[in-house]
């Protein structure tokens, strides 16, 4: 069957870094998205890895081992703002969009 | 530019009553998606339409669900009869040839299903 792994919960305090980690089990495999949803928001995306490494994007950076089946966000410089649940995604068929969402992880950001 | 549309924001019914939601993409995206989220859990794709044509239905449960999505834009989802378990929100998203590979799918604020 198709897997993503998240833990489902992590607890942090503003300005600190926290990494969410992601690992996946899906019969094809083009590319890891995370997205981030508030409670009783849409997700919005924050980021796409299709090869090895890590992009970084403002206080968010995200790394992809293929290898590994793995996958991280890394949030930086912690703001309550980031207190929301973050998904990870695996696109897993190559000529169509489609998203396999993982389980989703809470963060909460405390002061 | 104008998000995904979804109306309505909350819903509640009865089993065994039918519902319907409705999707207004984002101008532009030939791909629309809807997804199912069940409390606690992540979305899972019921249907995507690449303009008016099914891609992918292979997880929507035909003999309740139904969309369509005509003319290539707006898009319906219709439950019939509901069941204690359809009880979720309903995420209506839109993606763009521009953003194939990339895969950054726009959501709408969802539908909130309650049935009791």
């Known amino acids: ?111 | 530019e104008a998000g995904v549309a979804q109306s309505p924001r909350y819903k509640i019914i009865e089993k065994r009553q039918s519902v319907a939601f409705w999707c207004n993409p984002i101008s532009g995206h030939a791909t629309l998606y809807w997804y199912q989220q069940i409390l606690g859990q992540g979305p899972k794709l019921l249907i995507q339409f690449q303009n008016n044509g099914v891609v992918d239905d292979s997880q929507l449960p035909k003999d309740r669900f139904s969309a369509e999505r005509l003319k290539g834009v707006d898009s319906t989802l219709k439950i019939q009869p509901a069941k204690l378990e359809d009880s979720a929100v309903y995420l209506c998203a839109s993606s763009s040839a521009e953003s194939r590979g990339r895969v950054e799918a726009f959501f709408g604020q969802g539908t909130r299903l309650t049935v009791v």
């Open chain 1, 1 to 111: 069957g198709q897997s993503l792994e998240q833990p489902s919960e992590v607890t942090a305090v503003e300005g600190a870094i926290v990494q969410i980690n992601c690992t996946y089990q899906t019969s094809g495999f083009y590319g890891l998205s995370w997205y981030q949803q508030h409670d009783g928001g849409a997700p919005t995306f924050l980021s796409y890895n299709a090869l090895d490494g890590l992009e970084e994007t403002g206080r968010f950076s995200s790394f992809l081992s293929r290898s590994d089946s793995y996958g991280y966000l890394l949030l930086q410089e912690l703001q309550m703002k980031d207190s929301a649940s973050y998904f990870c995604a695996v696109r897993d068929q190559e000529n169509t969009d489609k998203l396999i969402f993982g389980t989703g992880t809470r963060l909460q950001v405390f002061p």
